[in-house]
Antibody, heavy 121, light 107 residues
Framework: QVQLVESGGGVVQPGRSLRLSCVESGGFQFGSYEMHWIRQAPGKGLEWMTRISFDGANREYADSVKGRFTVSRDNSKNTLYLEMNSLKIEDTAIYYC?????????????WGQGTLVTVSS | DILLTQSPTSLSASVGDGVTVTCRASQTIDNSLHWYQRKPGRAPELLIYSANNLQRGFPSRFRGSGYGSDFTLTISNLQPEDFATYYCQQSYTSPFTFGGGTKVEIK
C-alpha cells in the first residue's frame, strides 16, 4: 500500500526558508513515478505547485512559486523534497505530497496527509 | 492556464437523491479531466480518472461523463458517506489546475 508521509512544516517568518520532506514507506517503487506537491490555503481550493519526473530530470512549477520553490528527490531514500525560499504570507497552506496515478502524467493517485506551513511575522 | 469552472459551488441534498456537478474547461482538454472526493480532515482521493473511469473502491453510483470542455459528475442514490467536497482537475497541460470545488451537504 502506498504510504506518503510529509514532514517539515511549521511557522516561519516572511522571507525565510523551509524545506519539506515526503517519505514513501509502502514500497511501491518510488523511483518509478512522477511526484507532485499540491497545497491548499485556508478557505481556498487546491493548487498544484510542482511536478518532478521519476528520475528527477524534468521539473515543472506553477508561476506562483517559480524561482522561489525547488522540488527534488532522492530515489535511494524514497524521499521527495520541496525547498521553499522567500516565503510569503500567501504561501500559508497545507502542503500535500502526491504520487501520480499509475503512469498517467498529471493525475494524482495517492496523497499524503499533508503538512501545515504557516508564514507569519 | 486552463481555467476549470465548477458549478454549483455547493448543494444540499437528501440521502437517496441524485445530484449532478458540472465542470467546464476554458479550452478543450480531450478527456484529461479527473474528479476527486475530499472529506473533512482527510486528503483528497481520486474518484474518477480520464473523464469516465471509476477508481477502484468507489461504488457504481458515481459516474463521470464528458469530453472536450464540458464534463459532469453524477451521483445517484446519495449515501451518507458521499457528503463531501468534489473537485475536478485537468491534466491536459501544465500547470495542472483544479476547479473551485463543489460541497455536497446534507439537507
Amino acid at each position: 500500500q502506498v504510504q506518503l508521509v510529509e514532514s517539515g512544516g511549521g511557522v516561519v517568518q516572511p522571507g525565510r526558508s523551509l524545506r519539506l520532506s515526503c517519505v514513501e514507506s509502502g514500497g511501491f517503487q518510488f523511483g518509478s513515478y512522477e511526484m507532485h506537491w499540491i497545497r491548499q490555503a485556508p478557505g481556498k481550493g487546491l493548487e498544484w505547485m510542482t511536478r518532478i519526473s521519476f528520475d528527477g530530470a524534468n521539473r515543472e512549477y506553477a508561476d506562483s512559486v517559480k524561482g522561489r520553490f525547488t522540488v527534488s528527490r532522492d530515489n535511494s531514500k524514497n524521499t521527495l523534497y520541496l525547498e521553499m525560499n522567500s516565503l510569503k504570507i500567501e504561501d500559508t497552506a497545507i502542503y500535500y505530497c502526491v504520487r501520480q496515478w499509475r503512469m498517467v502524467r498529471g493525475v494524482f493517485g495517492y496523497w499524503g496527509q499533508g503538512t501545515l506551513v504557516t508564514v507569519s511575522s | 492556464d486552463i481555467l476549470l469552472t465548477q458549478s454549483p459551488t455547493s448543494l444540499s441534498a437528501s440521502v437517496g437523491d441524485g445530484v449532478t456537478v458540472t465542470c467546464r474547461a476554458s479550452q478543450t482538454i480531450d478527456n484529461s479531466l479527473h474528479w476527486y472526493q475530499r472529506k473533512p480532515g482527510r486528503a483528497p482521493e481520486l474518484l474518477i480518472y480520464s473523464a469516465n473511469n471509476l477508481q477502484r473502491g468507489f461504488p457504481s453510483r458515481f459516474r463521470g461523463s464528458g469530453y472536450g470542455s464540458d464534463f459532469t459528475l453524477t451521483i445517484s442514490n446519495l449515501q451518507p458517506e458521499d457528503f463531501a467536497t468534489y473537485y475536478c482537475q485537468q491534466s491536459y497541460t501544465s500547470p495542472f489546475t483544479f476547479g473551485g470545488g463543489t460541497k455536497v451537504e446534507i439537507k
